[in-house]
Nanobody
Framework: QVQLVESGGGSVQAGGSLRLSCAASDYKASVYCLGWFRQTPGKQREGVAVLGTVGGGVTFYADSVKGRFTISLDNARNRFYLQMNSLKPEDTAMYYC????????????????????WGQGVQVTVSS
């Protein structure tokens, strides 16, 4: 059973940076995609950045974070990360890491209902 635990959330001023970390267990043999999603109250959980674990590490990003956020994987440490730079107040949300998706292509890969395993979430708050 894949288990995911996020860390690294917090509060930051606009323009600042944060790095989220997701510790992942038992994923290497069966999981081919890892990702980060976010959710604000009353809204659907949305894909932020996703990464394929094979085939060169293909990535997809939401248009709203392209050029600012970077997803990466450290297999040696069993962790993957979301580096968030140039943060904006609209990036404020609960962020979740996720693993295992059946269709690693757009638009399905950015849909939360496609993903199987989830972390508990961490809050990111960006003040203006």
């Amino acid at each position: 059973q894949v288990q995911l635990v996020e860390s690294g959330g917090g509060s930051v001023q606009a323009g600042g940076s944060l790095r989220l970390s997701c510790a992942a267990s038992d994923y290497k043999a069966s999981v081919y995609c890892l990702g980060w999603f976010r959710q604000t109250p009353g809204k659907q959980r949305e894909g932020v950045a996703v990464l394929g674990t094979v085939g060169g590490g293909v990535t997809f990003y939401a248009d709203s974070v392209k050029g600012r956020f970077t997803i990466s994987l450290d297999n040696a440490r069993n962790r993957f990360y979301l580096q968030m730079n140039s943060l904006k107040p609209e990036d404020t949300a609960m962020y979740y890491c996720a693993a295992d998706c059946p269709r690693f292509y757009m638009p399905y890969v950015m849909r939360s209902e496609e993903w199987t395993h989830w972390g508990q979430g961490v809050q990111v708050t960006v003040s203006s």
